[in-house]
């Protein structure tokens, strides 16, 4: 017979180190974290290309609880991310448990237990089940004809071949997002020819990034007020951005205008100006924050290409106007399959419904944790909880809360279903989107929408109120049922 534990929590990322920090700090420790990989750290163990470094300051990018007075930078890179997580990680010992990859999970009905299996063939039940998996762990490859046919290298930013020497060669960079706008300059002084694909031009502002000296760092460390100063300034600007983004006119006008006084000031020429120049509403896709994009991009041996790509041939990308742009590495900076929540694991509730075909026209999810039909699952970083500005850790901390006061009401009805009313989660799912069709994200096609146009990744409104929202669980939410007892 499997193990039972109360809380099986998928993912050793920024999520389910919340979690796990949440249940401790609240005295419950009967709960194990499975992970896939080797080590903790998510995203930030994946993404090591050049440049990887967050884009939220890390004061406010980082666990409320656990502030790092020496941070390097202000946004920090990834190598020093990774460590926070590991560190971090470390403190739970074997409660996570490393290198199992869940490939399926259950409810079983009889019991009121989620059975979780792992590709190992282990299993393990529990009573709470939460998937903390990420929205952005899932590199994403253009549907590009002619891929396979490359004959050089290539590769995806979120694995990047550390092996492949780029220095002389002539480089591809496909997508022009979050990802790109990091590596493009690291890499752009070695090659010697770079030719970055672009769809469509980010709107980019000035990064107000700078070292943290060691005079920082005692001072963090003797005041740690200035360090949490420092978190609700940026906590504060993020607040006001999303105003801007769901429909203050006044503020995205002060951004926009901020985004085009940069571009003015670094690209002399008009054409690459016109090429980098956004076509659709501020704040449709995440603004990004850099001061060397652009001027890497004025270099010689760097050419941006804004005509469409029609297939890649077997020494190089061709595109609608016909040329064949020949090179000898090709870097997807493609970004993410966002639209899985949870995919490849299969999740199967009540009377074994799928998750994957209730989430068939766009993932949706009460607070972006409950599902009706999957009594005591929640989810972390769900449907809609993602954000165009601000720090997701702040997001996680609330899902945190909230499903700790779920793992609580478990513990004191030992065998109890929570399992959120279908009305409440429909009601919720509603106002969501009208509120979301009314935002800068309904302007343009982006990582945020699905296929169908719906917007299942991003949260409305601001995270003071998602905090708000989240604080308390209602139990008025839920039906609440009685499994017989184990044992
Ligand atoms: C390059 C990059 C930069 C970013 N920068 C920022 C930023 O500046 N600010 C910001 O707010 N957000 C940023 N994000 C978003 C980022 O995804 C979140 O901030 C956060 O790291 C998400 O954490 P997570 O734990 O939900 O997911 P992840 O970090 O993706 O972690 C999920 C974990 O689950 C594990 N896992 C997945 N499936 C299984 C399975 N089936 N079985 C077992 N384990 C599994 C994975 O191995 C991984 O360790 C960035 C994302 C990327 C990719």
């Not at 949440?22 to 194990?32: H, K, P, Y």
């Not at 890390?58 to 409320?64: E, L, Q, R, V």
């Not at 891929?147 to 997508?175: K, P, T």
């Not at 980098?276 to 994009?293: E, H, Q, S, W």
Request: hydrophobic share 40%.
């Amino acid at each position: 017979m499997a193990d039972t534990v109360s809380v099986v929590i998928v993912g050793a990322g920024f999520a389910g180190l919340a979690m796990a920090n949440e249940l401790l700090r609240a005295g419950i420790s009967d709960f194990v974290i499975l992970e896939k990989a080797d080590r903790a750290g998510g995203v930030w163990r994946e993404n090591t290309y050049p440049g990887a470094a967050c884009d939220v300051p890390s004061p406010y990018y980082s666990f409320s609880y656990a502030p790092k007075p020496d941070w390097t930078r202000r946004y920090a890179g990834q190598a020093q991310i990774e460590s926070y997580l590991i560190d971090i990680a470390s403190d739970l010992g074997e409660r996570i448990r490393y290198g199992l990859e869940v490939t399926d999970a259950w409810f079983e009905e009889s019991d009121g237990l989620w059975n979780v299996r792992t590709a190992d063939g282990g299993a393990i039940r529990a009573r709470i089940f939460v998937p903390a998996t990420g929205q952005l762990s899932r590199p994403a490859m253009p549907d590009i004809e002619g891929r396979e046919r490359f004959e050089g290298a290539s590769f995806h930013s979120a694995q990047w071949r550390h092996d492949c020497d780029l220095r002389g060669r002539r480089v591809a960079v496909i997508g022009a997002g979050a990802s790109a706008i990091q590596f493009v300059p690291r890499i752009q002084p070695q090659v010697a020819q770079l030719t970055l694909f672009q769809r469509s031009a980010p709107y980019i502002l000035p990064k107000p990034d700078g070292e943290y000296r060691s005079i920082h760092h005692r001072a963090f460390r003797r005041l740690p007020l200035l360090q949490k100063l420092e978190r609700g300034l940026w906590w504060t600007l993020g607040e006001v951005w999303t105003l801007g983004i769901t429909g203050n006119r006044r503020i995205s006008a002060a951004v926009e205008a901020a985004a085009r006084w940069q571009l003015r000031r670094q690209v002399g020429s008009a054409a690459l100006r016109h090429k980098l120049t956004p076509d659709y509403p501020i704040g449709c896709k995440r603004v990004l924050f850099a001061n060397d994009y652009y001027p890497t991009l004025t270099r010689p041996n760097v050419e941006v290409v804004t005509e469409r790509i029609t297939e890649i041939t077997t020494g190089g990308v061709r595109t609608a106007d016909g040329v064949e742009h020949a090179v000898d590495v090709i870097i997807y900076g493609t970004g993410f399959a966002t639209q899985e929540f949870l995919g490849p694991m299969t999740v199967r509730g009540r009377a074994g419904r799928e998750l994957r075909a209730v989430w068939a026209d766009g993932a949706h999810a009460h607070l972006g944790m409950t599902v009706p039909g999957f009594p005591n699952m929640f989810l972390m970083y769900g449907p809609n909880t993602n954000l165009g500005t601000g720090s997701i850790i702040y997001m996680l901390e609330r899902q945190a809360r909230y499903i700790r006061q779920a793992v609580e009401v478990s513990a004191r009805n030992p065998g109890g279903l929570m399992e959120i009313r279908e009305e409440v989660e429909q009601r919720y799912d509603e106002e969501i989107q009208r509120r979301l069709a009314g935002s800068a994200w309904a302007g343009c096609v982006s990582w945020y929408r699905s296929a169908s146009g719906r917007i299942s990744s991003n949260w409305p409104g601001s995270v003071s109120e998602y905090s708000r929202r989240t604080a308390t669980l209602s139990l008025a939410d839920f039906h609440t049922t009685a499994v017989p007892l184990l044992d």
